[in-house]
């Protein structure tokens, strides 16, 4: 059985890729019109309701907005207490050694230790901004205290509104789990092809290096949908990626013990059409029954062949033996996924 060699799969990556980056792309500027966006709102609500010093309102909403829904309200409770505790700090530290720079670094050591404690470091440099009016104001009079109080949830409730539209990139997702899927089979193919033509090709190194970075762009898009999603969690992006991992981390290996190999017995080409069923075959629902079924049947009938004839054929047949066993990992790792999520 011959199976032709083609490249195609891998210029379809390569185009799938393109418009990930280009979606990535979009993203960024859309974050970046909605982070000039609320900046300004949170300004002109400050400078409306005639607040001192309106313009931190918006830097505070520059540093309220996350990535996810999640982060920006953990985020923005984290800050709330810190800007507490920063009230508490300064306002002993002003009592005891008046307005002076002196008392604004001893809060600063204060508070910048009480945040490193909490893992609060975001809220040091927001928060000990509005503590520095009171040091230009010389007063931490109560209409100071309302002045940056009011600021500070001005900031905070803009960034927090704003990321709340934020919803899950599904279409985002889809792409570069095909992505991944297309990778896989590419790889499947030209491990067939060696197994099959006995003719070498360093494109799997690159393919796998590609894998991963698709792995991990897929695994930080999922995580980012499973933050989006306040209430109803659904963790079903984040498992079907983590089953590919363990896929990658076998077909490294794989790659690595097809390397060793220096010369090819027929029994090489009946492990390479198996590698090329599993590449037709592989879909998202697929159960790999059969696939795993044909697996067993292979592997009884290279024990049952004639043993080799010498030290080379030994040592390949042993490796191809491993390669076996390592597919049927893979196999085993889809099935496990498959049934779990009751497909």
């Known amino acids: 059985m011959i199976v032709q060699h083609s490249r195609m799969p891998y210029n379809k990556i390569k185009s799938k890729d393109k418009a990930q980056i280009n979606m990535l792309n979009r993203d960024k500027i859309i974050k970046g019109v909605k982070i000039a966006f609320a900046a300004v709102l949170a300004i002109a609500a400050a400078a409306e309701l005639g607040l001192e010093y309106s313009a931190t309102s918006g830097i505070i909403t520059v540093l309220s907005i996350q990535n996810t829904k999640k982060e920006t309200l953990n985020s923005a409770r984290n800050r709330t207490l810190a800007y507490l505790c920063a009230l508490l700090l300064s306002a002993a530290s002003f009592y005891f050694l008046g307005f002076t720079l002196f008392a604004f670094a001893c809060y600063l050591l204060l508070f910048a230790l009480l945040c490193l404690y909490m893992g609060w470091e975001e809220a040091i440099a927001m ?177 049952n062949q004639e043993l080799p004839n010498s030290r080379e054929e030994f040592e390949t047949r042993a490796i191809l033996f491993y390669i076996l066993k390592q597919i049927e990992r893979l196999l085993m790792i889809k099935r496990e996924y498959v049934l779990t999520r009751g497909l």
């Open 127 to 303: 928060d000990s901004v509005l503590i520095t009016h009171f040091l230009a104001e010389q007063s931490m009079s109560a209409a100071m205290l309302i002045n940056e109080t009011a600021l500070f949830f001005i900031g905070t409730t803009v960034g927090i509104l704003v990321n709340m539209h934020l919803r899950k990139k599904k279409s985002l997702f889809e792409k570069l789990a095909d992505g991944v899927d297309e990778q896989i089979k590419g790889i499947l193919s030209t491990m067939a092809y060696r197994l099959i033509e006995d003719k070498e090709s360093n494109e799997n190194s690159d393919r796998l290096e590609q894998l991963k970075e698709t792995l991990r762009q897929a695994m930080e898009c999922a995580l980012n949908n499973y933050n989006n999603a306040l209430w109803k969690k659904d963790t079903s992006e984040v498992d079907y990626i983590q089953m590919r991992e363990k896929q990658s981390i076998i077909l490294q290996d794989i790659y690595d013990n097809l390397n060793r190999i220096s010369c090819l017995p027929r029994q090489a080409n009946q492990v390479g059409i198996l590698l090329k069923r599993i590449e037709n075959d592989y879909h998202r629902d697929n159960t790999v029954t059969e696939l795993l079924q044909e697996l067993d049947i292979l592997l009884l009938d290279l024990k």
